[in-house]
């Protein structure tokens, strides 16, 4: 009798799809990737690919907004701020959330990858990406500083330039770790990095306890 191949489910089969092309469109980029090679790779023909997703930007969305739906930065963010009355001092906040962006980053290191390919091949789906996923993180974040200010505690600047200050310090520091190969020359402790970046970003920030100084 002939040996019956166990069927695999539409559910499966997308999750494959989406695992092969998550591996390559992170390694190769939009352009170096065919659906070919995603489809052969995945053991299917092409034709059973664009069943699942209609073209090659429908799949690539589809990397992206899985990759970024695990890593929930913008509800984990205000998660923290919502835990921010827990924490001692301004120092210990935003070191906490300085380590949350490491860890949500270490967590799928190849969406910062294939960001990366997506910005540089200049494909429209890069702004849909920083629309859909980042710009929602520093208006959480812009919103608490902005808090601040008016309370006198942080100096008088523009909230969503500080956020984005603060964020792309930790974010650059991942970045050149981890993509670019500085941690084959210093490695550092990411606790200690996370509270260090948290201290500069505070010393040009905060008016001092017994100041309500502000610079414009």
């Keep these: 009798m002939p040996i019956k191949r166990k069927r695999i489910s539409s559910v499966d089969r997308r999750k494959q799809i989406l695992a092969v092309a998550r591996r390559l469109f992170s390694q190769k980029g939009f352009r170096g990737t065919t659906t070919r090679e995603i489809a052969e790779l995945a053991g299917m023909n092409e034709a059973i690919l664009f069943r699942h997703f209609r073209s090659k930007d429908a799949l ?4 992206i907004e899985e990759m970024s739906r695990a890593v929930n930065t913008r509800q984990e963010l205000q ?7 827990a924490v001692a001092n301004d120092e210990e906040f935003f ?24 910005a540089l091949e200049r494909h429209t789906l890069s702004r849909r990406f920083f ?4 710009t929602g993180s520093w208006e ?14 942080f100096k008088n600047m523009n ?9 792309g310090m930790v974010g650059h520091y991942f970045v050149m770790q ?19 970046l948290a201290r500069i970003w505070l010393q040009g ?10 610079t414009k």
């Design 140 to 153: 959480v974040l812009a919103k608490y500083i902005r808090g601040r200010m008016r309370s006198g505690d």
């Design 131 to 134: 629309r859909t996923y980042v």
């Design 95 to 118: 070191t906490s959330i300085a380590e949350g962006v490491l860890e949500r980053a270490a967590r799928r290191p190849a969406l910062v990858r294939l960001l990366y390919f997506c």
């Design 79 to 85: 998660a923290t701020i919502a835990r921010r009355a």
């Design 205 to 214: 920030m905060q008016t001092g306890r017994n100041s309500r100084r502000s």
């Design 60 to 63: 690539y969305w589809a990397v």
């Design 178 to 196: 981890n993509l670019f190969g500085a941690k084959e020359f210093q490695r550092f402790d990411d606790r200690k990095v996370c509270r260090t």
């Design 159 to 167: 909230p969503m330039l500080a956020a984005r200050t603060f964020t």
